[in-house]
Antibody, heavy 120, light 106 residues
């Protein structure tokens, strides 16, 4: 059974960088059958797709965040990461990591979510 | 970006009711559409991919249909554990986008 777990600081100051890591267990992140994705959800609101990375390092980002976001993969630790620069209060949200199966183009496994608050 | 709309935004229903949720895309997305169920404080759960493909372990009372721009999620007989918010998501064009959600409550 695949399991994803987000980790990282729960509080980030405005203008600083939000960094989260997703640890994958129960399967190899090096499989060529999956993309590894980040999605966020502000409190009481809907879901926003942030972007994804493939094992090759190829990435796709949401243009609304494109200049501030980096998603990378660490095969040695079976992890992938999110970095979001120059954060503001508008970036306060629950951040989810998820697996997207290439064959179905849908997010079939999700982490439990990590609340990140941007505040001084 | 492709905008996704859902209707209704909320629906009040009873156990045993048939519930239908509609999702519409602003551009043709073939069948690149998924449906998710989210309960409070939990991550979304994938119910249906490719517009109509039921995921393993998802009860058969859930079904999806549609192609192009108009899609439907149907719960044939609502069960107590189905009270949740449902989201559609298109995977045809970057950035992937979600609908605003439909809350199904008692």
């Amino acid at each position: 059974q695949v399991h994803l777990q987000e980790s990282g600081p729960g509080l980030v100051k405005p203008s600083q960088t939000l960094s989260l890591t997703c640890t994958v267990s129960g399967g190899s992140i090096s499989s060529g059958s999956f993309f590894w994705s980040w999605i966020r959800q502000p409190a009481g609101k809907g879901l926003e797709w942030i972007g994804r990375v493939f094992i090759s390092g190829d990435t796709k980002y949401n243009p609304s965040l494109n200049s501030r976001v980096t998603i990378s993969v660490d095969t040695s630790n079976n992890q992938f990461s999110l970095r979001l620069n120059s954060v503001t209060a508008a970036d306060t949200a629950v951040y989810y990591c998820a697996r997207e199966a290439v064959a179905v183009a849908a997010l079939d496994y999700w982490g439990q979510g990590a609340l990140v608050t941007v505040s001084s | 970006d492709i905008q996704m709309t859902q209707s209704p935004s909320s629906v009040s229903a009873s156990v045993g009711d048939r519930v239908t949720i509609t999702c519409r895309a602003t551009q043709h997305i073939s069948t690149w559409l998924a449906w998710y169920q989210q309960k409070p404080g939990k991550a979304p759960k994938l119910l249906i991919s490719d517009a109509s493909r039921l995921q393993s372990g998802v009860p058969s009372r859930f079904s999806g249909s549609g192609s192009g721009t108009d899609f439907t999620l149907t719960i044939s007989s609502l069960q107590p554990e189905d009270f949740a918010t449902y989201y559609c998501q298109q995977a045809n064009t970057f950035p992937f986008t979600f609908g605003p959600g439909t809350k199904v409550d008692l």
